[in-house]
């Protein structure tokens, strides 16, 4: 019964912040033929107010997102594209991520560094856990098995800290940059701005969600070692 509920609990994190997100966008995702530019329009056109030129927009598979090494604001092809609420949003908010990066702020930084560290720990981890079990099985020795588990764990909680970090990060470029902007620049009617705050809620609540899963799974892995 109990790994039941955990099944549910893990599907509910996992699933219903991303169909809750899928339901909001689409809900402002109708086009506005009347506003003067897309999403990929409205941020270059936010990127060269600030005297951000030498940062690229362009559309890409990948998701939304800016990448402060390569100074890329990237948009998926309907945001991209798109003239919605939605797609002048998303683009915002990522130029958001440009003015943190051009401004120093920590946060990014910090969470740019972990990224790497964490991607470097979970190749090692999983070489690791291959390797292993095979070691064990020949030396038969109970510590190995000991030693699967606090390397699985070791990576888990370098992932939940990235997620615990890219919260405030996210939520600074949604709720202290991007909606400032496009309010008191007059990007958006007021009767938008609503609607605005709804998308960058949702957005914001895949990240609760994420770093719920990670730490409900290391608590997880944590009780095997205890046992």
Excluded at 123 to 135: A, E, H, N, T
Excluded at 160 to 185: C, K
């Amino acid at each position: 019964m109990r790994f039941i509920l955990i099944s549910i609990i893990f599907i509910a994190l996992v699933l219903g912040p991303q169909l809750w997100v899928w339901w909001v966008f689409r809900q402002y995702r109708q086009p506005r033929e009347n506003w003067p530019g897309t999403g990929g329009e409205l941020a270059r056109h936010l990127l060269n107010r600030f005297g951000l030129q030498v940062v690229r927009v362009e559309p890409t598979p990948m998701g939304d997102h800016y990448n402060p090494e390569t100074k890329l604001v990237g948009l998926l092809p309907q945001h991209y594209n798109g003239k919605s609420l939605t797609a002048a949003v998303i683009a915002a908010h990522e130029v958001g991520h440009a003015l943190q990066d051009h401004d120093g702020y920590e946060l990014l930084k910090d969470r740019t560094h972990l990224i790497k560290f964490a991607q470097k720990a979970e190749k090692v981890g999983s070489y690791l856990m291959l390797g292993m079990p095979i070691l064990a099985g020949i030396t038969r020795i109970p510590a190995v098995g000991l030693a699967v588990l606090m390397v699985a764990i070791g990576t888990m909680s370098v992932s939940a800290m990235v997620h615990l970090i890219t919260l405030p990060v996210e939520w600074n470029a949604s709720f202290r940059r991007a909606l400032p902007i496009l309010e008191e620049g007059g990007y958006l009617a007021p009767t938008d701005l609503e609607g605005a705050r709804r998308i960058l809620k949702a957005a914001a609540l895949t990240y609760v969600a994420s770093s719920l899963f990670s730490l409900v799974n290391m608590w997880r892995w944590l009780r095997l070692v205890r046992r």
